[in-house]
């Protein structure tokens, strides 16, 4: 398999288990369920376990630059779809800025493995 495509691979895992962890932190409610608290740690522990795998290949700027801006954008929509939370136009605008550094960092910088 292409290392660089393992790499990607591992770092769209470690978005899921981020997004997926701190969903389950909204859902413990200040760690006073035990199961969402529970999911929570080992949602964590994977996402830094598929992160650390991404680092193999993928710089760590260009990596962690992908994953907080892409994990804080699918955070936002789960809390808008799951937890009914609102987001204004700056959100919005904020977050499609984000979501542009992402791609100039994947198209158009040197840093990024391809």
Not at 52 to 61: D, F, G, N, R, Y
Not at 109 to 114: D, I, K
């Given at each position: 398999?292409?290392?660089?495509?393992?790499?990607?691979?591992?770092?769209?895992?470690?978005?899921?288990?981020?997004?997926?962890?701190?969903?389950?932190?909204?859902?413990?409610?200040?760690?006073?369920?035990?199961?969402?608290?529970?999911?929570?740690?080992?949602?964590?522990?994977?996402?830094?376990?598929?992160?650390?795998?991404?680092?193999?290949?993928?710089?760590?700027?260009?990596a962690?630059?992908?994953?907080?801006?892409?994990?804080?954008?699918?955070?936002?929509?789960?809390?808008?779809?799951?937890?009914?939370?609102?987001?204004?136009?700056?959100?919005?605008?904020?977050?499609?800025?984000?979501?542009?550094?992402?791609?100039?960092?994947?198209?158009m910088?040197?840093?990024?493995?391809?």
């Open positions: 398999m292409n290392p660089s495509l393992a790499a990607y691979g591992f770092l769209a895992l470690a978005i899921v288990t981020e997004v997926t962890g701190s969903s389950l932190l909204q859902k413990s409610q200040q760690f006073s369920k035990a199961l969402p608290t529970l999911g929570m740690i080992v949602c964590f522990v994977a996402a830094f376990f598929f992160l650390s795998q991404a680092l193999t290949v993928i710089p760590l700027a260009i962690y630059a992908i994953w907080s801006g892409v994990g804080i954008v699918l955070t936002a929509i789960v809390g808008v779809l799951v937890f009914r939370q609102a987001l204004d136009t700056w959100a919005l605008f904020g977050m499609s800025l984000i979501v542009l550094g992402a791609v100039v960092l994947n198209t910088s040197r840093s990024a493995v391809h």
